[in-house]
């Protein structure tokens, strides 16, 4: 158990909807990652956050936002689901800035 | 930005045999270079790391070499075991130092 919490677990929606995935990162960790993993793109790096700040942009989408909540949990926003956007998306923590990340177990994404 | 080749994407062994992942990084300025397991189902877990003011490091069965000078690393498997068999990814971390890029990832398969 690596002491990320993510929910749900599993989630099917259709085209054209949004949801909203959340993650509890380990105590003490000011900062959150968020991957998509997907099949044939191993992990895409998306958005980090620390302390509740943006701190970096990766290959995310515009239709796709987050944020991290003075809490430190943060939420993964997906607006007009695509079918291309079912994956499965991680969040990880992390208590330093260039260091391990710990993953939850992931949120599977299924866009019929 | 950063970009991580691994190869191969899939590799199968006989239990006792050694196994060895190569990856190739382009940013000359990552300095931090560390290997996951993800088992199925399992978010991916830290198995070692090597900073760059190192050239190699060990732990048990497993080791990292790291050339800077060819910005490649590698991860070597000795006496392989069932247990060993996962998806394994390389990562560095980007200009910014502020996320891992990962490898898209290889399948280790090691039979009894």
């Known amino acids: 158990d690596s002491g990320v919490t993510q929910t749900p677990k599993h989630l099917i929606t259709a085209t054209g909807q949004r949801v909203t995935l959340r993650c509890s990162p380990r105590?003490?960790?000011?900062?959150v990652y968020w991957y998509q993993q997907s099949l044939d793109q191993g992990l895409q790096f998306l958005i980090q956050?620390?302390?509740?700040?943006?701190?970096a942009k990766g290959n995310i989408l515009e239709r796709f936002s987050a944020q991290q909540f003075p809490d430190l949990h943060s939420e993964l926003n997906l607006s007009s689901l695509e079918l291309g956007d079912s994956a499965l998306y991680f969040c990880?923590?992390?208590?330093?800035?260039?260091?391990?990340?710990?993953f939850g177990e992931g949120s599977r994404l299924t866009v019929l | 930005g950063e970009n991580v080749e691994q190869h191969p994407s899939t590799l199968s062994v006989q239990e006792g045999d050694s196994a060895v992942i190569k990856c190739t990084y382009s940013?000359?300025?990552?300095?931090?270079f560390p290997w996951y397991k993800q088992e199925l189902g399992k978010g991916p877990q830290l198995i070692i790391d090597?900073?760059?003011?190192?050239g190699e490091k060990k732990d048990q069965r497993i080791a990292v070499t790291l050339n800077k000078t060819a910005k490649h690393f590698s991860l070597h498997i000795t006496e392989t075991q069932p247990e060993d068999s996962a998806v394994y990814f390389c990562?560095?971390?980007?200009?910014?130092?502020?996320?891992?890029?990962f490898g898209k990832g290889t399948t280790l398969s090691v039979s009894s």
């Open positions: 105590s003490g960790d000011l900062s």
């Open positions: 990880a923590s992390s208590p330093v800035a260039v260091g391990e990340l710990f």
């Open positions: 956050y620390y302390n509740g700040e943006e701190r």
């Open positions: 090597i900073r760059s003011n190192v």
């Open positions: 990562a560095a971390n980007n200009q910014a130092g502020t996320a891992l890029i």
């Open positions: 940013d000359s300025a990552s300095n931090y």
